[in-house]
């Protein structure tokens, strides 16, 4: 693997993550000034992606920028409609938590986020968490996942009274996306420091989904026709709205309303002969979000959460072999949310005034999960749990010290059943320590206990009552360097390395059985995850505004199943997991225009879990290019912007997930007005 190797001198597009210990302070400044990109010395492996880098690479929707971070698979179904889940270091996605703006998000299908439901027209920054948060002021349910990844759109304060941004995507395969976006900034005349800012966006998505791809009957040798991928077509409608009121430094109140509209097609895997499906499913899903916080004095702070989230799934199949002729089933969850936290703060200095900081935070969470079906004999099962979490963290010049300790408490119970009752406790701690300025070290070790989704669990086309929960254990060691002093201030670097092992007991894996809705649900007795990740950045400023850009990742990662020795799948990589995997990018930034280059890399993978040639997928190498730019309009606050894609130059039909192959060659063009 010469390209992986290669790939491991650059990194993905990891940026600063700020101290924890300033994140305390409700500031409202807002820095303009170019940063150095640097990697986060923290215990846990943090990796992030600003919105100006979300500007340079090819993404569209969330699930085409975690692509760029190391050590994440997303499995993508094809085509803007398809489905996209993330894995994290070989564990499943219900292992990693998608935190929208501090408050987890849930989904009803199939138990998994589907993150092509997730526009970045708004997003500020992404931020991937592994192991641990790297703040314990927050839900104890972010202690509850492996891995946490955080949309952050409400991170930054205005500094206009009123903003408009409207824009416009348009590409191959009838991909139409308008958006509009609308801020208002209101000060207070007699305080300073008390403001209310909101926001409201919306924005439409219809694609055709349609486009062409080679179908192989047989080997290297055999026939081969050319198709056009069919119900693939998609459309959406996404309103947001946010508000936040700071009633001053201390505290402040924040509300967010979701509201997500789908219809789409539901793509089947390509059989041969047979490639008309006529699968559709509708998706509505809505919810909002409460939270206050309030930091008392230098020592106590409290925060409170709460959510309300309602997912209604139709699904229609007008093919299937029953005596009805169809099948239509529906499927209606609702979630309640109230988290609570505390946390007291003792900073204070040692022999030679350094500032430490010693916190302890109790947190916690209460939710009631229902699903209800129109399915016959339907269980409508309804769930309790409980998570309550203690943390602690020190924080001086050289060590930081992370540490929490959850407790899970879970009650099931379905129409007719009496239920059952889950208990588990799960320790953390982590810890880093900073060798020298720019050097430090890192390890952690995290134990999880996931319980099976209603999804897993009831749902007709997909579940499976026996399934067991998760046991989950991970290590971590690594290594950070940062240096933005380089060439008189010219280059900056940051790289990072790091080893991992996990080992899961009673792995929940999902595989696709005919299309996008229906699938089938396993549990694997015992899976070894072990791997390593290389991470660099490099930064050249050659003048006033002028920047070339360098970055990449390299991951090296064996899951293998260690059930039984006697199994024909022993100790072989689990399905869809490749042993290497990375991603590089080139952009230079110039005053008129920014060009980058983004290259996308994935070794073979197996699509059951027994290594037989039978069951190979290929590896595959995406190359795209993105230009564009934005000016400032002249005597006036304007921006016009422009950005332009070109996808998979190769036109390789490459397949991810196997019989659902990739689009080919695409563009993406997007125009846009800011005020």
């Excluded at 997730?118 to 927050?138: A, H, K, P, Q, T």
Aim: charged share 15%.
């Amino acid at each position: 693997m010469l390209w992986c190797i290669l790939a491991s001198f650059f990194a993905p597009l990891s940026a600063q993550e700020s101290d924890t210990t300033q994140q305390q302070r409700l500031n409202e400044v807002i820095i303009a000034a170019e940063q150095p990109v640097r990697i986060a010395a923290d215990a846990a492996t943090v990796q992030q992606l600003t919105a100006k880098q979300l500007k340079v690479l090819p993404s569209l929707q969330l699930s085409d920028a975690l692509k760029y971070m190391s050590g994440v698979v997303v499995k993508d179904y094809g085509g803007t409609g398809g489905m996209k889940t993330v894995s994290v270091r070989g564990l499943g996605s219900q292992h990693t938590g998608v935190i929208y703006d501090g408050i987890p998000l849930t989904d009803c299908q199939t138990g998994q986020i589907d993150l092509g439901k997730l526009s970045l027209d708004n997003v500020r920054s992404i931020v991937l968490e592994i192991g641990m948060s790297s703040s314990i002021f927050v839900p104890a349910r972010l202690f509850s996942y492996s891995n946490i990844l955080k949309i952050n759109a409400l991170s930054r304060i205005p500094n206009k009274p009123f903003g408009v941004k409207v824009g416009f995507t348009t590409g191959s395969y009838g991909l139409y996306n308008p958006q509009i976006y609308l801020e208002n900034l209101i000060k207070s005349r007699k305080r300073e420091d008390r403001f209310f800012v909101w926001n409201v966006s919306a924005s439409y998505l219809t694609s055709k989904g349609n486009y062409p791809f080679v179908l192989h009957y047989g080997g290297i040798t055999d026939s081969v026709s050319h198709e056009r991928r069919q119900n693939s077509d998609v459309t959406v409608w996404n309103t947001e709205a946010n508000m936040r009121f700071q009633i001053n430094r201390k505290q402040h109140l924040t509300f967010k309303w979701y509201y997500y509209d789908s219809e789409r097609g539901l793509p089947s895997a390509t059989t041969f002969y047979y490639l008309n499906y006529s699968q559709r499913l509708w998706n509505r899903n809505t919810f909002g979000q409460l939270s206050y916080c309030n930091f008392f004095n230098t020592h106590w702070a409290y925060q409170v959460n709460a959510k309300f989230n309602y997912d209604h799934t139709h699904y229609l199949d007008t093919t299937y072999n029953n005596t009805a002729g169809r099948l239509e089933n529906d499927y209606r969850q609702t979630e309640s949310y109230l988290s609570n936290t505390v946390m007291y703060s003792l900073p204070f200095t040692d022999k030679k005034g350094h500032d430490q900081w010693l916190q302890f935070a109790l947190s916690h969470d209460l939710f009631h999960n229902y699903l209800k079906s129109n399915a016959l004999n339907y269980d409508n099962p309804s769930r309790i749990t409980s998570l309550a979490a203690i943390s602690l963290l020190y924080k001086s010049r050289i060590v930081k010290v992370h540490g929490n300790l959850l407790f899970t408490a879970v009650h099931d119970w379905a129409q007719g059943t009496v239920g059952d009752n889950f208990f588990h406790l799960s320790p953390t701690v982590g810890v880093a320590v900073a060798a020298t300025k720019s050097l430090s070290f890192r390890a952690f070790y995290k134990n999880i206990f996931r319980m099976p989704t209603f999804n897993d669990l009831y749902y007709r086309e997909v579940g499976n009552i026996n399934l067991n929960p998760e046991k989950t254990q991970q290590w971590d060691v690594g290594a950070v360097y940062n240096r933005d002093n380089l060439a008189h201030g010219r280059v900056a670097l940051a790289a990072s390395v790091d080893g991992y092992f996990n080992i899961v007991k009673d792995k929940i894996v999902a595989f696709p059985a005919g299309n996008l809705f229906s699938w089938t649900m396993m549990n694997y007795g015992k899976v070894f995850i072990g791997g390593a990740e290389v991470n660099a950045n490099v930064q050249y400023q050659f003048a006033k505004g002028f920047f070339l850009r360098v970055n990449g990742n390299c991951t090296y990662q064996k899951a293998v199943d260690r059930t039984n020795p006697t199994d024909k799948t022993y100790n072989h990589q689990i399905p869809y997991t490749p042993v290497w995997s990375g991603s590089t990018g080139v952009s230079v930034e110039l005053p008129w225009i920014t060009f980058s280059y983004s290259l996308l890399l994935a070794g073979e993978r197996y699509a059951l879990g027994q290594n037989i040639p039978i069951n190979r997928v290929a590896g595959y190498a995406d190359h795209s290019i993105t230009i564009g730019h934005q000016y400032k309009i002249k005597n006036t606050p304007n921006t016009i912007g422009f950005k332009c894609e070109f996808l998979n130059l190769a036109n390789k039909n490459y397949e991810i997930i196997r019989n659902y192959p990739m689009q080919g060659f695409g563009f993406r063009v997007k125009v846009f007005y800011e005020y």
